[in-house]
């Protein structure tokens, strides 16, 4: 129940805020025998990092993160493994005009109504920086899943109304595209277009939001739980936790709805002993199980709330108010490119958390 | 982590298969005083028979669901509240030929691979008949709600091609056309062109997909919790638990994706002493909590798996095989329809939780 | 959180009051293929059941427990296990007189100031009654730990100021001493003694405490999980759950208090390729860990809060009253005989979590 | 199920190891509006720390525990409380003699049995100073329930064979009783007496158990929950998560043994307008719930492990040894003074819990 814990039996906590002194997460039920270490969790948190491209905020957090328990002469012990990231770069004093103004598109009016209180600064619990927790753990879960063969990837579908292509289906490749591309986009030429709104959208203050898509191929089949813990349903409340995710698709997604079934249903077949579909409509998923084939799934993102535009809003007492940002805030015209590592995290998260608990599955 | 449980506080589990003796559900954490009555479960649950229109699968399943414990002369007592559904009508002699085959589409396939054992019986747990429980909870839920002026509705918000256009906005008036409609659709032009289709997916043995939108209204600010228990991300966990579901949003969805943030970004505005947004493409969510306007989202319904077409597949033992529905099989063209009151149940649940969870937010 | 559930992985639900329609149990995240038959829940429940010994109450409960779901061919299929126990011979008549007073030793009096509601008829929900589903969930859980060569066992250590004297250590030889007593007591003298006590207090209409020992052997070492999960603390919740229990020991317990570290501490030995230690004050735990010795401890019962003589109380409004239960009434003068399967099954249910969970440890 | 957190809506969760960088907690659903300063929570700590008095621990770990999330200007927001502890004064070193060799009453045996690794360092995570982060969220809870008139005790009861005698029964006196004695003893003379006890088994080498006793005072009648969720469930599973302890009992626990039902059944009586009990042999809780009367209980621990007489144990590789600390180990010769706020933190965190929860109980 606790709100800021994720997972099963692979369990995480995240606490802090964007201005605080610090930010963590402690994993807690992370198996014992995997080697992680300070660099593993400072390489990942460093492709979320603004500044990774010149269309991500430009706040230099330079994350250090450090593991402080849970990991003995370089490999997990089975105890709570607990990570610290200090916050730096913090300059929380031109939040100070606009700290009694409703952000459009923000949580800080929802906050005060639940809590009756708010760190306003740099958004405080609901800043997106809250997610570097998220990355730390999915490095952690990686690493298991590397350990049994599963690999996972996110890259950047769509940008506006920019799609891409997808041409590759190894993972290598796919992963070689994505990383060289500063979007985190497998398609050159669509990066390129994207780069151009992208572009645009900053210019003109105004933001732009995207797709992201996920997979997770060389999942054995029988993973995920049915009824309430279904794979799809684990995968999209993670994925729906994220900030700015507005949807979430497994498969064929929204699509399926005018497909009929008779072309929607994957037929099996037999290759090599294994059993296979000739189509993956079902996103590798069937009644919240795997079925061995890849799984794939897409994440919306809606543009970025914070644009430099002025924007009418009411104050915390009422009155109505034109709401600009400080010249010289962070603005990070696209949320969706920095999510592509996030996205990427929580699905080898609930693969990780899914893994472990499948071996209570029989007697 | 219990796979058959959903909800914090308000939490419910279901139990059975599709042709076993009986189905149930156990609502555990259900305040006392809420007056509540077989006849109100059995009303919620005659909704989602098959039968109520012509285009739903045609079992008559005549549910007649009993409550067995936790209401003490009309009232629930804080105890928790077991609910029956006997099993009838279940002839499973047709699934003796097709029991050694994979179904496409199906859960069969996934359940063997991880417990070994299926109960294939009509689908055995992985059949839609395992909502009946979520209908009868979700009774249950709404009464708490409708006790706080909470309301909540689903409808048909699309079928294969076909979008119905929503006129309404009182919840009356809305409720009444969606209950008008055979297909739960408040549009009746749509109602017309949708059964159309369905009858001729029907006639060749084939199905539809849909498209469920959700609504809640007079719904308070200051629901829901921040980060991962995001009401948003419940909302999602739900609905993405559902037989067939491949896709849900929230508010502008994957519609966001292409709007600028200047637009995206719902102005606040007074109005007499209420904070409220023009526009409401957040859905009335905003950082995991609700704002007070009306909670709205969507999920997509893949076209149903059981289809009266032969199709491709392979033996649980690696044979290539013809699969073919015995004739006279159950067979429900467009599984959404039913969909409908499971995801209102769902929607009501998830409400009812947030608000009582909500109570422990100040000291 | 869900106040009616007990266990993690392994993890079931209790519904129903004594004089309801019903009551039952789901137990959710059993393995598949587990062998388990009504026959072998009833024979479990027939243990528990009054009439079993002539110092346990009259009430011919003739438990007739029905699995409606989770097994199929005789074997466990990894969904939810759905129990039904019907209520009979409940007449509720002769709680009439008595219902608008608060019950000394009873919960009524709690029961409304939590509720401001509750089902009186045989002490509702807090009913003894209750504990019916733990023994059924118990049976299937010790099937799994039979399957691992595991073996639970609980016995009457003392009956009011007699204390049993345990001579046997082989779990043959004190299963064969246990169940061979009217009062599951492993030693003969002292089961006579207890029964003459017994019959003192039946005869006076007043009532005894007991404590009940328990014991698992051939457990591995390595069970159990550390700080908050501890297999002890988990012990303690399961016991301290049941009604009725006021104490709880693990190995030395209260006597550890008055020993020295020197001699408390007990000494490791290699035992042929086993380590083993000399003493067991430990009762087979470090730090929340099993050590592969026997697991020990034991609860104690404080003597039946329904008694045949007059006591003084309150009426619901607060009026001073004299509380005599009516002629004929259940009476049961040593609640802690019929404790004993009930503590049996709650110890195998606690093992089989920790045998599961302790699954995901290593990577 | 993780098993380093505890609580239900008012959630912690420890990390860290003994001789590690820091040991932390991070409390999650902490109502807002709390007014809490690091002071409180080192003031708190304070009483934990070895040197207090003369007969604990003599490692100077002067603990400065820093908040660095949750709080804003002085006050919960609603969000998680990260605290950080830094770990000083750990010479590790000493500990590579020992390090190959199983640690009679320790846990490096079971913990290397079920992970396979282990951090040996000062006991690594299973070591007793993870009790900090317990006393730092008892800290919190404490506030809120002052804030709701709630107050919670702990001292020592008994030490080896010396018994305290309690003659105070107000609040006020008691406290200052317990905390004028440097071993949180209310009674004086009983004091002398342990304190020659302890240093004589201090100058041996050896180590005493005791008996710590908790207290509750003004709680509302109906805090807590029925069936497995009792409020004597959780303070057990409480207090026997706790280093050393090996017993637990509510109000008059296997005291009740020996006593006959009319004589422990709490006479029910009136006393303006309140429903009281004439004795409180009940602890306070009937069927899991709060009576109103005080909530007493007692938590038995063993003689501390560490001692400095030599002990018979084996290796990690199966070999006969000699176990000796080395000379200037930490040694405390009585476990359960360190204990005592420990205990307090873990019954007013457990209270904090239920009050929380509690207000979810009706419509």
Redesign the interface.
């Known amino acids: 129940?606790?709100?800021?814990?994720?997972g099963?039996?692979f369990?995480f906590?995240?606490?802090?805020?964007s201005h605080?002194?610090?930010?963590?997460v402690?994993i807690?039920?992370c198996?014992?025998?995997?080697a992680i270490t300070d660099a593993d969790i400072n390489a990942a948190l460093a492709l979320r990092a603004p500044g990774r491209n010149p269309y991500t905020s430009p706040r230099t957090e330079s994350d250090k993160a450090?593991i402080?328990?849970?990991v003995?002469?370089g490999?997990?012990?089975?105890?709570?493994?607990?990570i610290?990231i200090p916050n730096r770069d913090a300059d929380s004093s031109k939040y100070e005009p606009i700290k009694s103004m409703?952000r459009?598109?923000?949580?800080n009016?929802?906050?005060l109504?639940?809590?009756?209180?708010?760190?306003y600064r740099g958004g405080?619990?609901?800043s997106a920086r809250?997610t570097a927790g998220r990355v730390a753990a999915g490095a952690i879960a990686k690493k298991?899943l590397e350990?049994h063969s599963i690999q996972v990837l996110a890259y950047i579908k769509?940008?506006?109304?920019i799609e891409a292509t997808i041409a590759a289906s190894r993972f290598d490749t796919l992963h070689t595209l994505t990383y060289d591309s500063p979007l985190f986009c497998p398609d050159a030429d669509a990066t390129a277009t994207m780069t151009a709104l992208i572009e645009k959208?900053k210019t003109e203050g105004?933001?732009?939001?995207?797709?992201v898509e996920f997979m997770a191929l060389s999942v054995p089949?029988?993973?995920?739980?049915?009824?309430?813990?279904?794979l799809?349903?684990?995968?999209?409340?993670?994925?729906?936790?994220l900030?700015a995710?507005?949807?979430?698709?497994?498969?064929?997604?929204?699509g399926?709805?005018?497909?009929?079934?008779?072309e929607?249903?994957?037929?099996?077949?037999?290759d090599s002993?294994d059993?296979k579909?000739?189509t993956n409509?079902?996103?590798g998923?069937?009644?919240?199980?795997?079925?061995?084939m890849p799984i794939v799934g897409r994440v919306?993102?809606?543009?970025?709330?914070?644009?430099m535009?002025p924007?009418?809003?009411?104050t915390t007492t009422?009155?109505?108010a034109s709401f600009q940002l400080p010249v010289g805030s962070r603005h990070d015209p696209c949320v969706a490119i920095r999510a592509v590592p996030i996205v990427e995290a929580m699905v080898a998260i609930v693969l990780a958390d899914a893994l472990?608990?499948?071996?209570?599955?029989?007697?």
């Open positions: 129940m606790a709100s800021n814990s994720f099963n039996v369990k906590t995240t606490w802090g805020e605080g002194k610090a930010i963590g402690v807690d039920g198996p014992a025998g995997i450090e402080l328990s849970g003995f002469e490999k997990t012990t089975g105890t709570p493994i607990g610290l409703l459009p598109g923000h949580a009016y929802t906050y109504e639940k809590y009756g209180i708010f760190d405080g619990r609901s809250e298991l350990h769509q940008i506006s109304t959208a105004d933001s732009l939001g995207g797709v089949a029988g993973l995920g739980d049915p009824i309430y813990q279904k799809e349903a684990n995968l999209a409340f993670a994925m729906m936790s900030p995710s507005k949807g979430f698709e497994i498969g064929s997604g929204f399926s709805v005018t497909m009929p079934g008779s929607h249903n994957d037929p099996f077949i037999s002993d059993v579909t000739t409509y079902a996103g998923i069937l009644g919240g199980i795997t079925t061995g919306a993102f809606k543009p970025t709330s914070s644009i535009k924007q009418q809003t009411v009422g009155e109505s472990l608990l499948n071996r209570c599955a029989r007697q």
